[in-house]
C-alpha cells in the first residue's frame, strides 16, 4: 500500500509539471501576439496613415519668399559678373596679341591683330566708338615675279612735286601676267632690291604692263631715274596685309574695347610732344586716341597693330581699311606705347551722346588697361590708377591740372600700366 501511494504521489507531480509548462507556454505566446499589431485593431497604424501635402496657399507663399530674395540678391551679383568678364576679356586680349607677336616671330613676316568696330547704326550710336571683335593679320611673302626673268624698267616721271617723286614702271605681261589679283595699289615695291619703298598708286588690274608708283620726297634725296627708262631691274612686291586663317577674338558682353580712351601714349615729354596730338577729342579721351574724327568720315574703319619678326611693333594702321584697293598710307610707325581701354559697352561715353553715363569706363575703377611695348612688343594687363598716386611725375601732375576730370582719368591710368605693373593673370 505504501509502495502505491509512493508512485501515484510522483505522477501527480510529473503532472502538475507539465501543466505549469503548457500554461508558461501559453502565456509567452500571448505576450508575443500582442507585440504584434493588430490590422484589425481601431487604433491606427502610423506607418500605414496616409500623408499630408502641401496646400496652394504654402506654395504661393513659399514662392514669394523665394522671389523677394532672388529680387535682393541678383543685383548685387551683376557687378561681380560683370567684373568678371572684364577681367576675362582683358585676358584674352592679352593672350590673342600675343599670339600674334609669336606668329611673326615664328614665320618671319609681319603679322598683327586687327581692331574691329562695331558697326554703326545711327549717328548718336556709341557703337562705332568701341570694339567686341579682334582679328588677326599677317602679310603675305613679298613677290618679286614669276621667275628669275621678272624685270622692268623704271622711268621718272615730270614734274616732280614739292613732296613725291613720281615714277612708271614697265614689266612683261608675258612673263608675270597682268598681276592682277597677286599686286593691288597702295601695296608698296621697291626696285633692285635696294633703296626706298614707293606706294603703287595705279591699279594693276588693267593689266597693260605698266605701274605707277611715288615716294615722298623726304625718304630719298636724289632719285636714281630719269625720263629715260632705266636697264631691266629686278623688283620686289611688299603687299598688305590681310586677314589670317585664325579665329577672331569675340569679347564677353557687355565688356569691349572703348576706343574713346584707347590710343598711343599723348603725354608730353615722354614719347610725343603736344602738338603731335592730332584727333577728335570727345568727353572721355585724350588725343591722340582712336575715337573717329567725323570730318574724316572714318567712322567704320578699323585699327590694326603689326608686329616685326623680332617682336616689336613695326607699325599701327589707324582709321584704315586695309585689304585690295584701300589706301594705307595713313600707317605711322609705332615710337609710343598703346593703350587698349577693357571696359563696359554701356560706359561708352560720347559728346554726341546726352546724357552722359553715369559711371564713364575711363573712371570705373573696376576696368583694365592693355598696354603694349612698341620697342620689345611686350603686352601687359594692369589696373585703373588713381590720381592721387605720387609716383605721378611732375611732368603729369601738370598735365592733369589742365585736363577735365575725365581725361585725368585716363593720363593716371596710362601712367599706372606704363609702369608694366602686369596683374600676373589675376
Known sequence: MRRDKTVNSGRQSSICDFRFAISDFQSRIRNLQSQIPNPQSPIPNPSSSPRRGITLVELLVVLVILMIMASATIPRLRPMSDRARTREAARSVQLYVNSARNLAMTTGRTCGVMIERLPTVHDSDNCELCSMTLTQVETPPPYAGDSLASVGTVTLKPPPDNFNYYVTFAYSTSVDGSLSGIVHQYDLIQFNFQGPWYTITSNPATGNGSLSAQVARSQVQNVPWTANA??????????????????????????????????????????????????????????????????????????????????????????VTLGPGNNPVAASTATQPFYLLIGKIDQVAYTGLQPDPPTKNCADQTNLWVAINPATGLVVTAEMDSLSDPSLTAMEQQLISGQSQDEQQVIAGRHFARQSDAMGGK
Open 230 to 319: 632705266s636697264s631691266p631691274l629686278p623688283y620686289k612686291i611688299m603687299r598688305q596685309p590681310v586677314k589670317s586663317a585664325a579665329a577672331a577674338l569675340q569679347l564677353p558682353a557687355p565688356a569691349v574695347i572703348d576706343l574713346t580712351c584707347s590710343g598711343p601714349d599723348p603725354l608730353p615729354g615722354v614719347t610725343c610732344a603736344p602738338g603731335n596730338m592730332t584727333g577728335y577729342t570727345s568727353s572721355a579721351g585724350v588725343a591722340p586716341y582712336w575715337a573717329p574724327n567725323p570730318s574724316s568720315g572714318a567712322w567704320a574703319a578699323p585699327i590694326t597693330i603689326m608686329f616685326a619678326p623680332n617682336g616689336s611693333v613695326v607699325q599701327c594702321y589707324e582709321n
